[in-house]
């Protein structure tokens, strides 16, 4: 089976510091890995993926996540936080099968 | 081009009645799925659908039944509404990777929200 723990439910930056929201998975199998965004009324949208390629993947808006296997986490980066970056980002993994299993999300606030 | 559809945007039911949402996928897509988000959650796994047929569920009861067209939209029927159905229910859209019979990324709809009272 597969699981997600997303650390912090809320995180407050302010608008040009770094930002971490960490995530913990458990799987089965080797992961796929996603983070996607959701802003307020919106639907999802994915921000980047790993699927066993390289560890460090590069994602939309200057975002960025680390496999770490020995450590079960794909923790998401952003070097600057953006006021547009204000929403609720879910970490999400899909293993031996084709459902997605999400976390509970963290809610970024971005202080100006 | 277009990306995932649903209708309607928002919908009010009351309690044991029944209720049908649409979605059409990402054109060049072939498989969607369904998840129900409730406030404050995150997104749950309904099913998917791939070829006409139901071909994952989750933890879900009989009274949440899909369909897919030839077409590769979609509907989702729930009947005898509960109070606890009301969620925002989100289809997702993905294309079949046919080395591995796995789907490949899923692409969100911006969503139906449904209220039952």
């Known amino acids: 089976a597969q699981s997600v723990t997303q650390l912090d439910s809320h995180v407050s930056v302010s608008e040009g510091t770094p930002v971490l929201l960490r995530c913990n998975y458990s799987s089965s199998y080797s992961p796929s890995l996603f983070w996607y965004v959701q802003h307020p009324n919106k639907g999802l949208q994915l921000l980047l993926k790993y699927t066993s390629a390289a560890t460090l993947v590069k994602g939309i808006n200057g975002f960025e996540a680390e496999f770490k296997k020995s450590e079960t986490s794909f923790h998401l980066t952003k070097p600057s936080a953006h006021m547009s970056d204000a929403a609720e980002y879910f970490c999400?993994?899909?293993?031996?099968?084709?459902?997605?299993?999400f976390g509970a999300g963290t809610i970024l606030r971005v202080k100006s | 081009d277009a990306g995932v559809t649903q209708s309607p945007t928002h919908l009010i039911k009351t309690r044991g009645q029944q209720v049908t949402l649409r979605c059409s996928p990402k054109?060049?897509?072939?498989?969607v799925s369904w998840y129900q988000q409730a406030l404050g959650q995150g997104p749950q796994f309904i099913f998917q659908y791939y070829e006409e047929e139901e071909r994952q569920r989750g933890n879900f009861p009989d009274r949440f039944s899909g369909h897919q067209f030839p077409n590769y939209s979609s509907e989702l029927n729930v009947n005898a509404l509960l109070l606890g159905d009301s969620a925002l229910y989100l289809c997702a859209s993905s294309l079949v990777n046919t080395g591995t019979g796995y789907t490949d990324t899923q692409y969100f709809g911006p969503g139906t929200r449904l209220t039952v009272l």
């Open positions: 999400v993994v899909s293993g031996g099968g084709n459902k997605l299993v």
């Open positions: 054109s060049g897509h072939d498989t």
